[in-house]
């Protein structure tokens, strides 16, 4: 044997290496080269281990190279889940058999589409014979398999259309055939669940069903025919898949267990008569393929729907016919066109002539002596052969009993067995004669009595052009009638300017249908307004056409009347709202003087302790006593609105309050404003409160001030006002009797009507934010109808504003007082009777202060209980008007019982004026206005006491 060298054998080892590498580069050329797909499984201890693919396996499969290495079980999860496990029997032999056959199978390309492959397997085994590795070629055979498919399906097809159209060309009605073609869908269709409907009306009703739950087919068997779904089948040219169709509609089928619904739309040409549902339990991979069964069937059914829908419009024609010809009450005949002879006749023409169909059949209508002129049927001939039909002769026939009727005849030349025939329709038109005459007796006499009736009526075609009218028409346009019909209305001239547009939209309501009444302004030719109410709607005229009927009545006596009413009642509305409002802002009052009486006597009991004004103390008392004061303003103001605040009425000459609140306002008024007086010399005296008369003038002049900007003049005018006549029609509850009147003027810019309306409300204000309370005015009403007086206002924009005021005159001598304030101390026994407890511990707190003697009650029973004991010590009730449960009035008497002579101060947060007859037919000694100062009381009660 030879001995091998090292070095040989190494050479050795390289050239077979090179030989590999080249024969491993063949090998993917080769792969490389073929279009199938060629893929090689490596056989690790007998199984299947490493592989490796061709670059070709993207292009069948979708999946790359890369792809396949990295998951060695890609191929198959490929394979068709119902090819699987033929697929892995097929591996499995592969390992066992020396010559595996190939097989056919499905895969899900990497896209989701189905391909059919046929895939070829070569074992490789090594010297020993055991098997190494297999390779492996795939071909795509789709195009094949599928040809294959169609040729099968083709036969099957053309076996259950024969079967069907068989069924079909059985049924003699539309919804008969419904039955068959569900039953044949589902056997197609490898289903048991359906439903047919028929389209009727805006319904799709169900006709028939099968494998269905009732309750189901209970909820879905009527269905309009605008549901989403609905109008998605019947607008498709094929079949649709309706996978929500049980999820749209009410009647759900997923409790049922219903997956998908499959519907194709049932045609007779273009018009869609139904649609046909297939449903199914589970999922249904092959789509396409019951689609397109489901439209095959259609396709084929499409035909003898068209037959049937023939024969049913033909037969429904007939039966038309039939029954327009036995059931019309005008007479038809059909008679031959060459001798009159009558072939057929109705029940129409025995109640016109008195003859029986089988007495004239047979016979010309000549020997019948039908006609009452002979010549009558030539003349229908020749009228005949001039155009083949002849509409509303008139002609006259003569009964059987020989009565004479007038009739109108319509004829037509047809065809019957190839003869011609002569169809005529006759109508007894006596009932239509005595009708018009009946007619025109009725329109004479709606004419007597559209001329003479007192209200205008006018008839308007649907443009707005006059067509008729009456004579009161004429009347109130003031023309003549040649000259009105055809003119528009708005072109008549006599309509008000602000009315034109409205009566433009009123006609646009007639024209809706609508029926209107509204009042409308005119002016005659004179330049009078007149005042119409107007009614009008649609009617019918001649010949059917549609018009309108405007009737019009004169109401300007009637309008000024409520016109007049209307003022006088808005007059006393605005009274009572305003008394309304001012009795809430007396009680807001009352509600708030009582917190003020805690705050103001704590205050000055505070400044009493600590009486230095520089002191911190001392200055906070007078801050608190400022601001409760200005506080107590601003109740005295609300409680001026709501007539309860004349506080000290006296005898005053209202030229000297005038001039002093000019005084004092001129200063703050704008150089550019003039003032101008115009004052009667003697004027009548008035008893009023001169603080509150200064604070209405006032107000008065601000409000003038605000509104000239720019400058202007104020003027002030008095005048006396004897045995007071005229203004009770603008104030029905003035008094007669003797007034002072004070006009106050400017030359602002005025208020329209809807700010004037409002200007005495309290909080109504036209100024910005933070610039008014809205109380001003409010006050200045309350406080002149408290003093029993009168206030209007008068304006318009731009033309300036007047307040007119009238205020009772006296003839009392007019007397000054002043009063100078001083907290007097006394010694008396006081009892206090008030239920809110901050109010009594403040009054005993002030009156000890000054050396009085207090005992306090919270309510009636209590302070009479208290007054029981203490009778002979008690010099003065100071009692609180308003308490709950037993009121001070109530008390006062229980008091009076005990002790006819006692001395009792009523105190509450109203004005006096509410309590003054109280005051006067009680014989109540005072009366105190809360919030109240020290020195005030103090000095009332050293008044009472003094009387003693």
Same mark, same amino acid.
Request: proline letters at 3%.
């Given at each position: 044997? @030879?001995?091998?060298?090292?070095?040989?054998?190494?050479?050795?080892?390289?050239?077979?290496?090179?030989?590999?590498?080249?024969?491993?580069?063949?090998?993917? &050329?080769?792969?490389?080269?073929?279009?199938?797909?060629?893929?090689?499984?490596?056989?690790?201890?007998?199984?299947?281990?490493?592989?490796?693919?061709?670059?070709?396996?993207?292009?069948?499969?979708?999946?790359?190279? #890369?792809? =396949?290495?990295?998951?060695?079980?890609?191929?198959?999860?490929?394979?068709?889940?119902?090819?699987?496990?033929?697929?892995? &029997? +097929?591996?499995?032999?592969?390992?066992? *058999?020396?010559?595996?056959?190939?097989?056919?199978?499905?895969?899900?390309?990497?896209?989701?589409?189905?391909?059919?492959?046929?895939?070829?397997?070569?074992? /490789?085994?090594?010297?020993?014979?055991?098997?190494?590795?297999?390779?492996?070629?795939?071909?795509?055979?789709?195009?094949?398999?599928?040809?294959? &498919? !169609?040729?099968?399906?083709?036969?099957?097809?053309?076996?259950?259309?024969?079967? &069907?159209?068989?069924?079909?060309?059985?049924?003699?009605?539309?919804?008969?055939? =419904?039955?068959?073609?569900?039953?044949?869908?589902?056997?197609?269709?490898?289903? !048991?669940?359906?439903?047919?409907?028929?389209? *009727?009306?805006?319904?799709?009703?169900?006709?028939?069903?099968?494998?269905?739950?009732?309750?189901?087919?209970?909820?879905?068997?009527?269905?309009?025919?605008?549901?989403?779904?609905?109008?998605?089948?019947?607008?498709?040219?094929?079949?649709?898949?309706?996978?929500?169709?049980?999820?749209?509609?009410?009647?759900?089928?997923?409790?049922?267990?219903?997956?998908?619904?499959?519907?194709?739309?049932?045609?007779?040409?273009?018009?869609?008569?139904?649609?046909?549902?297939?449903?199914?339990?589970?999922?249904? #991979?092959?789509? *396409?393929?019951?689609?397109?069964?489901?439209?095959?069937?259609?396709?084929?059914?499409?035909?003898?729907?068209?037959? %049937?829908?023939?024969?049913?419009?033909?037969?429904?024609?007939?039966?038309?016919?039939?029954?327009?010809?036995?059931?019309?009450?005008?007479?038809?005949?059909?008679?031959?066109?060459?001798?009159? /002879?009558?072939?057929?006749?109705?029940?129409?023409?025995?109640?016109? /002539?008195?003859?029986?169909?089988?007495?004239?059949?047979?016979?010309?209508?000549?020997?019948?002596?039908?006609?009452?002129?002979?010549?009558?049927?030539?003349?229908?001939?020749?009228?005949?052969?001039?155009?083949?039909?002849?509409?509303?002769?008139?002609?006259?026939?003569?009964?059987?009993?020989?009565?004479?009727?007038?009739?109108?005849? !319509?004829?037509?030349?047809?065809?019957?067995?190839?003869?011609?025939?002569?169809?005529?329709?006759?109508?007894?038109?006596?009932?239509?004669?005595?009708?018009?005459?009946?007619?025109?007796?009725?329109?004479?006499?709606?004419?007597?009595?559209?001329?003479?009736?007192?209200?205008?009526?006018?008839?308007?075609?649907?443009?707005?052009?006059?067509?008729?009218?009456?004579?009161?028409?004429?009347?109130?346009?003031?023309?003549?009638?040649?000259?009105?019909?055809?003119?528009?209305?708005?072109?008549?001239?006599?309509?008000?300017?602000?009315?034109?547009?409205?009566?433009?939209? %009123? =006609?646009?309501?007639?024209?809706?249908? *609508?029926?209107?009444?509204?009042?409308?302004?005119?002016?005659?030719? #004179?330049?009078?307004?007149?005042?119409?109410?107007?009614?009008?709607?649609?009617?019918?005229?001649?010949?059917?056409?549609?018009?309108?009927?405007?009737?019009?009545?004169?109401?300007?006596?009637?309008?000024?009347?409520?016109?007049?009413?209307?003022?006088?009642?808005?007059?006393?509305?605005?009274?009572?709202?305003?008394?309304?409002?001012?009795?809430?802002?007396?009680?807001?009052?009352?509600?708030?003087?009582?917190?003020?009486?805690?705050?103001?006597?704590?205050?000055?009991?505070?400044?009493?302790?600590?009486?230095?004004?520089?002191?911190?103390?001392?200055?906070?008392?007078?801050?608190?006593?400022?601001?409760?004061?200005?506080?107590?303003?601003?109740?005295?103001?609300?409680?001026? =609105?709501?007539?309860?605040?004349?506080?000290?009425?006296?005898?005053?000459?209202?030229?000297?309050?005038?001039?002093?609140?000019?005084?004092?306002?001129?200063?703050?008024?704008?150089?550019?404003?003039?003032?101008?007086?115009?004052?009667?010399?003697?004027?009548?005296?008035?008893?009023?409160?001169?603080?509150?008369?200064?604070?209405?003038?006032?107000?008065?002049?601000?409000?003038?001030?605000?509104?000239?900007?720019?400058?202007?003049?104020?003027?002030?005018?008095?005048?006396?006002?004897?045995?007071?006549?005229?203004?009770?029609?603008?104030?029905?509850?003035?008094?007669?009797?003797?007034?002072?009147?004070?006009?106050?003027?400017?030359?602002?810019?005025?208020?329209?009507?809807?700010?004037?309306?409002?200007?005495?409300?309290?909080?109504?204000?036209?100024?910005?934010?933070?610039?008014?309370?809205?109380?001003?005015?409010?006050?200045?009403?309350?406080?002149?109808?408290? +003093?029993?007086?009168? %206030?209007?206002?008068?304006?318009?924009?731009? #033309?300036?504003?007047?307040?007119?005021?009238?205020?009772?005159?006296? /003839?009392?001598?007019?007397?000054?007082?002043?009063?100078?304030?001083?907290?007097?101390?006394?010694?008396?026994?006081?009892?206090?009777?008030?239920?809110? @407890?901050?109010?009594?511990?403040?009054?005993?707190?002030?009156?000890?202060?000054?050396?009085?003697?207090?005992?306090?009650?919270?309510?009636?029973?209590?302070?009479?209980?208290?007054?029981?004991?203490?009778?002979?010590?008690?010099?003065?009730?100071?009692?609180?008007?308003?308490?709950?449960?037993?009121?001070?009035?109530?008390?006062?008497?229980?008091?009076?019982?005990?002790?006819?002579?006692?001395?009792?101060?009523?105190?509450?947060?109203?004005?006096?004026?509410?309590?003054?007859?109280?005051?006067?037919?009680?014989?109540?000694?005072?009366?105190?206005?809360?919030?109240?100062?020290?020195?005030?009381?103090?000095?009332?009660?050293?008044?009472?006491?003094?009387?003693?």
């Amino acid at each position: 044997m @030879k001995r091998i060298l090292p070095e040989d054998l190494e050479k050795r080892l390289k050239e077979k290496e090179k030989e590999l590498e080249s024969s491993r580069r063949k090998y993917d &050329l080769l792969l490389n080269a073929i279009t199938s797909y060629v893929f090689t499984v490596y056989i690790q201890d007998g199984k299947p281990g490493s592989t490796e693919h061709g670059k070709t396996c993207l292009g069948i499969t979708g999946y790359s190279k #890369k792809e =396949f290495d990295s998951d060695p079980h890609l191929w198959i999860h490929m394979v068709h889940e119902d090819d699987r496990k033929a697929v892995l &029997l +097929h591996a499995e032999s592969i390992l066992k *058999e020396k010559n595996p056959e190939s097989i056919e199978h499905r895969i899900i390309h990497k896209d989701g589409h189905i391909i059919w492959i046929r895939k070829t397997v070569i074992p /490789t085994y090594d010297d020993d014979g055991k098997l190494v590795a297999y390779d492996g070629i795939i071909e795509d055979i789709s195009k094949r398999k599928k040809s294959e &498919l !169609s040729l099968i399906e083709s036969a099957s097809r053309s076996m259950i259309m024969n079967d &069907l159209l068989v069924k079909l060309n059985k049924c003699s009605s539309l919804y008969e055939m =419904f039955k068959p073609l569900l039953d044949k869908a589902l056997e197609i269709c490898g289903m !048991s669940s359906g439903m047919v409907y028929s389209v *009727e009306g805006e319904k799709a009703v169900c006709r028939y069903h099968s494998g269905l739950p009732e309750e189901f087919v209970e909820k879905t068997k009527n269905m309009p025919l605008n549901l989403p779904d609905v109008k998605k089948v019947l607008r498709s040219k094929s079949p649709i898949t309706v996978d929500s169709f049980t999820e749209e509609y009410p009647g759900t089928g997923r409790p049922f267990g219903l997956r998908h619904a499959f519907s194709t739309p049932l045609k007779a040409e273009k018009e869609v008569v139904g649609f046909l549902n297939v449903v199914t339990h589970k999922e249904i #991979k092959d789509i *396409e393929n019951v689609k397109n069964l489901l439209g095959m069937l259609a396709l084929e059914a499409e035909s003898f729907f068209r037959k %049937i829908m023939a024969e049913e419009a033909l037969r429904e024609s007939e039966e038309q016919f039939r029954t327009i010809f036995e059931t019309t009450p005008d007479s038809i005949t059909i008679n031959k066109y060459d001798d009159g /002879t009558y072939v057929k006749a109705n029940k129409g023409f025995t109640q016109l /002539t008195d003859y029986k169909e089988e007495e004239v059949v047979g016979r010309s209508s000549l020997d019948v002596k039908i006609w009452e002129e002979p010549k009558d049927r030539d003349r229908l001939v020749k009228a005949l052969d001039k155009s083949g039909t002849v509409r509303n002769l008139e002609m006259n026939f003569v009964s059987k009993r020989g009565k004479i009727r007038t009739t109108l005849v !319509s004829s037509k030349i047809i065809n019957l067995n190839n003869e011609p025939h002569i169809l005529s329709i006759t109508r007894n038109i006596e009932d239509r004669l005595r009708s018009e005459e009946a007619l025109r007796v009725k329109e004479e006499r709606f004419r007597n009595l559209f001329d003479k009736a007192y209200d205008a009526i006018t008839f308007l075609d649907l443009s707005g052009k006059i067509i008729e009218t009456n004579r009161r028409s004429l009347d109130f346009l003031e023309g003549n009638r040649e000259e009105l019909i055809g003119k528009h209305f708005t072109k008549l001239g006599v309509l008000s300017l602000k009315d034109i547009p409205r009566m433009v939209k %009123i =006609f646009k309501q007639i024209l809706r249908g *609508e029926d209107i009444k509204a009042e409308l302004e005119i002016i005659d030719r #004179k330049g009078v307004t007149k005042h119409l109410e107007a009614t009008g709607g649609l009617v019918k005229m001649d010949r059917g056409k549609t018009g309108i009927m405007i009737i019009s009545r004169d109401i300007t006596a009637r309008v000024l009347a409520e016109r007049e009413k209307n003022a006088l009642q808005e007059q006393l509305f605005q009274a009572q709202k305003l008394e309304s409002i001012g009795r809430l802002a007396g009680g807001i009052a009352h509600d708030f003087n009582n917190i003020l009486t805690g705050i103001m006597g704590y205050a000055e009991l505070l400044k009493l302790q600590f009486p230095e004004p520089e002191s911190d103390e001392g200055q906070a008392a007078d801050v608190i006593i400022d601001g409760t004061e200005r506080a107590a303003n601003l109740t005295q103001q609300l409680l001026g =609105f709501a007539r309860g605040g004349k506080y000290n009425p006296e005898v005053l000459n209202i030229n000297e309050v005038l001039q002093e609140t000019v005084s004092i306002s001129e200063k703050n008024l704008d150089n550019r404003i003039n003032i101008k007086f115009d004052l009667v010399e003697q004027p009548l005296s008035v008893r009023a409160d001169r603080q509150q008369l200064i604070q209405i003038l006032t107000n008065l002049i601000i409000n003038s001030k605000d509104a000239m900007p720019n400058g202007g003049e104020i003027s002030f005018k008095t005048e006396n006002i004897i045995q007071m006549k005229g203004y009770n029609k603008v104030f029905p509850s003035i008094k007669k009797g003797d007034y002072i009147k004070i006009t106050i003027t400017d030359t602002g810019m005025g208020m329209p009507d809807d700010v004037r309306d409002h200007v005495f409300e309290p909080f109504f204000t036209t100024k910005g934010k933070g610039k008014g309370t809205g109380l001003g005015l409010a006050t200045v009403y309350g406080i002149i109808k408290n +003093h029993e007086g009168f %206030i209007f206002c008068d304006s318009k924009p731009g #033309k300036g504003t007047e307040f007119t005021i009238f205020l009772p005159a006296i /003839t009392e001598k007019i007397i000054t007082q002043k009063q100078t304030p001083k907290t007097i101390k006394g010694v008396a026994t006081i009892l206090a009777v008030d239920d809110e @407890k901050h109010v009594r511990n403040l009054t005993k707190a002030q009156l000890e202060k000054i050396g009085y003697k207090v005992i306090s009650a919270g309510d009636g029973p209590e302070a009479i209980e208290i007054f029981k004991k203490h009778m002979n010590k008690i010099d003065i009730v100071l009692l609180d008007v308003v308490m709950p449960g037993m009121s001070g009035k109530e008390t006062f008497k229980a008091l009076k019982k005990l002790k006819k002579d006692i001395k009792v101060v009523l105190v509450s947060g109203y004005s006096q004026e509410n309590y003054s007859e109280e005051i006067a037919s009680e014989d109540i000694s005072a009366f105190l206005q809360k919030p109240f100062r020290l020195h005030e009381i103090s000095d009332l009660l050293q008044k009472i006491l003094r009387k003693e």
